[in-house]
């Protein structure tokens, strides 16, 4: 009897330090929303549309793709109450670009453009963000955020794979060693060859063996919208979701919950 006894408290135990652990797990949240300049699928633009649907998953970091100009992105960060800042793709303010939006205190590292076979010109913008009040002092971790050339020409597709390239040159040189986040509308699909050129440099495409699909907003087919985390040993990867939003954008925004490891 005093053996089935100390059995039960032992596994009443082990159930109570389980749930302690459990709980113990602090997590942030990194959202990639490709907003269509702020017109949705009813052709109005309505930025309080694209704001409610971040207040509404409440990210710590956001990488926002198509944006106006800098007054776009600026704005943004009033309505979500969080820091903004505007990558442009042009090389000025009042042309279009990207917008990082974060709830935490970050460092600007860098705009930089990227190889572009259309029309249009892309840039990556990089950010180091400070995570001490989530995980502690020293806590920082360095997030990019982009948009790749979307013609589906030869001059694009190497295109794609150059600006993979260029992020690495410009933002993970050989002295790099911080925890990193990579979130954007890359125009390939996970198994298209800059996915893959991304896979051997390090970052971690997690789909949990799901469809992640981001575009059309209705009966959507396929994804090239992305969060992805480097290196593997400093991320736990607590879930990604793609978010059921048909009327603000002509992309589904994809989220991606996250636990920053400690370094071994």
């Given amino acids: 009897m005093k053996t089935l006894i100390i059995l039960i408290i032992t596994f009443s135990l082990f159930l109570t330090q389980g749930t302690i652990a459990q709980k113990d797990i602090v997590t942030i949240k990194i959202l990639s929303y490709n907003i269509h300049y702020g017109f949705g699928m009813d052709s109005k633009l309505d930025l309080s549309r694209i704001a409610d649907v971040i207040k ?22 009033e309505l979500t109450n969080m820091e903004a800042i505007f990558g442009p ?9 990207d917008a990082i939006l974060s709830r935490h205190l970050f460092r600007y590292v860098g705009n930089q453009s990227i190889p572009s076979a259309s029309g249009s010109r892309y840039e990556a913008m990089c950010v180091d963000v400070d995570l001490s009040q989530v995980y502690g002092e020293g806590s ?7 948009h790749f050339d979307w013609l589906k020409t030869i001059g694009s597709q ?3 794979k150059g600006a993979v390239e260029v992020i690495e040159t410009a933002f993970f040189n050989e002295n790099h060693n911080l925890p990193s986040l990579l979130a ?18 390090g970052w971690v495409h997690e789909d949990f063996n799901k469809d992640l699909f981001t575009i059309p907003v209705v009966n959507p087919d396929r ?12 991320w736990h990867i607590v879930s990604v979701e793609v978010i059921n939003e048909s009327m603000a954008s002509d992309h589904l925004p994809i989220l991606m919950t996250v636990e920053l490891l400690p370094e071994q």
């Fill in 56 to 77: 509404r998953v409440k990210p710590d970091i956001v990488g926002l793709q198509e944006i106006s100009d800098s007054t776009m992105a600026a704005e943004l960060g």
């Fill in 184 to 201: 954007g509308d890359l125009n390939a699909t996970p198994d298209s060859a800059p996915l893959k050129l991304m896979q051997r440099k």
């Fill in 223 to 234: 994804q090239i919208d992305y969060v992805l985390t480097r290196p593997a040993k400093r």
């Fill in 89 to 97: 793709s042009k090389g000025t303010t009042s042309g279009y670009g």
């Fill in 140 to 146: 920082i971790v360095r997030f990019v955020n982009t």
């Fill in 158 to 160: 190497v295109a794609r």
